[in-house]
């Protein structure tokens, strides 16, 4: 890999640790503050407002922009964000701000690679990144949980600097507290992020400008027929998996009768068997055999249903790294898929975005949809058993449009398989 690879992985497992201990904290913030289960659950959407509604910008800020500058002031927002949930701002109000800066960061972030690296290294690039991430996820919903635990809370909370009232009172202040110095880790790396030679974009002045060239981009990838397959595939996976993060928290106490800390170790059981397969995709798949991974996905949606019949932690680990793992494995492939078309078709920035727009919006429709459930009363196995039977039709739906391109534009797609495929030999 090329010099800055390293930095920018770096970068990214110091913020991501810190956006997943982050919502573990801020879940049993509002826990403890007496708020209802569905405020809890609309945390998941919450995080993903900005990254609809500024869709149309950020992919455009962060092609106007070195990278690294863009996701220095994207951390800098995310610290706003924990400081206002720290000083009286409303967890879901404050946490929205997080995922404002989450937003502006993750076009930068993927952006950035196709930048810095052939074709050919995309798939192992987003492997390592995707499988690093994940270890990020895993490790930090064990150290939100463990930072809140009986055993560290009071070690934090007993910091507080002589003569100052900071506020700072609960387990879950002293956790959120302790992301501020991770957001600040990530800044000081994304200082170090070499300059590429990529061409910067200057912003119109006119932002309707933004607004009509992200609705063209938009309709340009799902109007290619193989960016239509992965763009819909990583759409449904973060859509999904998004939302999972909070129904393992409430599957994991209504099942296992697990708290929160206890909970989130199974999250991170989720997101080690992700990273397992992420890896696993990295070696063994090519960028042209990515939509051989669709009946994967078919067979994650109905894994999912089957949490509805474990019961002890003995059978929930080895199950839930199985259904991680499958994810992992379905998502790499379809990611590098998507970002290779994407930069082809209108460059790394905004096709990042579109993405984001895309898998976010899918975030934002199924957590309310979920947050609607839990305030008409649906307990934690009917939202599993919806969840997985969406996943598994909508995979099979994915894979029937595929065939049907075959059928319908077979050149086109041959075209397309093919310049992946030399990109990749280049």
């Excluded at 070690?155 to 501020?180: F, Q, R, S, Y």
């Excluded at 990515?290 to 929930?316: K, R, S, W, Y």
């Excluded at 930069?343 to 957590?367: D, P, T, Y």
């Amino acid at each position: 890999m090329k010099r800055g690879f390293h930095t920018i992985m770096s970068a990214q497992f110091f913020s991501s640790l810190a956006d997943n201990a982050l919502f573990v904290a801020a879940v049993e913030l509002l826990r403890t503050s007496g708020a209802a289960e569905w405020q809890r659950a609309a945390l998941v959407p919450m995080f993903a407002l900005f990254y609809v509604v500024l869709a149309p910008f950020v992919g455009a800020f962060a092609d106007s922009l070195p990278k690294g500058r863009v996701m220095f002031v994207s951390n800098s927002i995310k610290v706003v964000g924990c400081l206002a949930m720290l000083f009286g701002t409303h967890p879901l109000a404050a946490y929205a701000i997080v995922g404002l800066g989450a937003a502006a960061y993750s076009p930068a972030k993927y952006g950035i690679l196709t930048e810095l690296l052939p074709a050919s290294q995309l798939v192992k690039a987003n492997g390592w990144i995707e499988g690093l991430t994940i270890a990020s996820i895993i490790l930090g919903v064990l150290l939100g949980g463990q930072l809140m635990a009986p055993h560290i809370a009071p070690l934090l909370l007993g910091l507080d600097m002589p003569g100052v009232d900071t506020g700072i009172n609960t387990p879950a202040e002293g956790a959120i507290a302790a992301m501020v110095l991770l957001y600040i880790i990530a800044a000081i790396f994304n200082l170090r992020i070499p300059r590429t030679q990529a061409l910067l974009q200057p912003l119109p002045a006119d932002p309707r400008v933004l607004v009509r060239d992200f609705m063209s981009c938009n309709a340009r990838l799902w109007n290619d027929h193989l960016g239509q397959i992965s763009l819909a595939t990583t759409t449904l996976f973060w859509g999904v998996s998004g939302n999972l993060r909070y129904i393992v928290l409430s599957w994991a106490a209504a099942a296992l009768g697990y708290g929160t800390t206890q909970a989130s170790a199974l999250v991170g059981v989720v997101a080690v068997g992700t990273a397992v397969g992420a890896v696993l995709a990295s070696w063994r798949m090519q960028l042209h055999q990515a939509t051989a991974v669709i009946p994967v996905g078919v067979a994650m949606g109905l894994l999912v249903v089957g949490m509805n019949f474990i019961d002890t932690v003995q059978l929930a680990v080895p199950f839930l790294i199985l259904l991680g793992g499958l994810g992992g494995f379905l998502v790499v492939p379809m990611n590098a898929l998507l970002q290779h078309r994407g930069h082809n078709l209108m460059g790394a920035g905004r096709s990042i975005a579109v993405q984001n727009f895309n898998e976010q919006a899918c975030i934002l429709a199924l957590g309310a949809f979920y947050v609607g459930m839990t305030r008409w009363g649906m307990s934690a196995f009917g939202a599993i058993t919806v969840f997985g039977i969406v996943v598994a039709a909508t995979m099979v739906l994915i894979g029937l449009r595929h065939r049907a391109n075959l059928r319908r534009y077979p050149d086109e797609v041959a075209r397309q398989f093919a310049h992946s495929r030399m990109d990749e030999l280049h």
